[in-house]
Nanobody, 126 residues
Framework: QVQLVESGGGLVQPGGSLRLSCAASGRMFSRYVMAWFRQAPGKEREFVAAMPWSGGSTYYQDSAKGRFTISRDNAKNTVYLQMNSLKPEDTAIYYC???????????????????WGQGTQVTVSS
C-alpha cells in the first residue's frame, strides 16, 4: 500500500519560489497517476497539477500554467511541485495524491485519487 508524505512548504514572499516534495513509500507502478491539490481556508480542495508516474503528459490548473512544474524522480520515489512567481492567492495547504487503482475519472477531480498525504502549508505573504 502506497503512503505519501509531503514536505517543503513554508512562508515565502510574493514573487518567490518553493519546491514541494512528495515521498512515496511502497512500490510504484507506471499506471499510477500522481497529483497535487490545494485547499485554502473556507474553500474547496482544488486541482493544481498531475502526471502519470510513467512520465509523459502533464496537466495543470490554468492559474498554475507557466509558474508551476510537476515532475518525478523514479529513483527516489518522489514527486515534486516547483512553484515560481508565487502570489498571495497561492496560499493554501498543498496535498499530494495518487490514483493507484486506475480510476477512469478525470485527472482534475479529487475523487479520482484514493491515496493522500497529510498536506504541507504554503503561505505567500510579505
Amino acid at each position: 500500500q502506497v503512503q505519501l508524505v509531503e514536505s517543503g512548504g513554508g512562508l515565502v514572499q510574493p514573487g518567490g519560489s518553493l519546491r514541494l516534495s512528495c515521498a512515496a513509500s511502497g512500490r510504484m507502478f507506471s499506471r499510477y497517476v500522481m497529483a497535487w491539490f490545494r485547499q485554502a481556508p473556507g474553500k474547496e480542495r482544488e486541482f493544481v497539477a498531475a502526471m502519470p508516474w510513467s512520465g509523459g503528459s502533464t496537466y495543470y490548473q490554468d492559474s498554475a500554467k507557466g509558474r508551476f512544474t510537476i515532475s518525478r524522480d523514479n529513483a527516489k520515489n518522489t514527486v515534486y511541485l516547483q512553484m515560481n512567481s508565487l502570489k498571495p492567492e497561492d496560499t493554501a495547504i498543498y496535498y499530494c495524491a495518487a490514483d493507484t487503482v486506475y480510476s477512469g475519472r478525470s485527472y482534475y477531480t479529487p475523487e479520482k485519487y484514493n491515496t493522500w498525504g497529510q498536506g504541507t502549508q504554503v503561505t505567500v505573504s510579505s
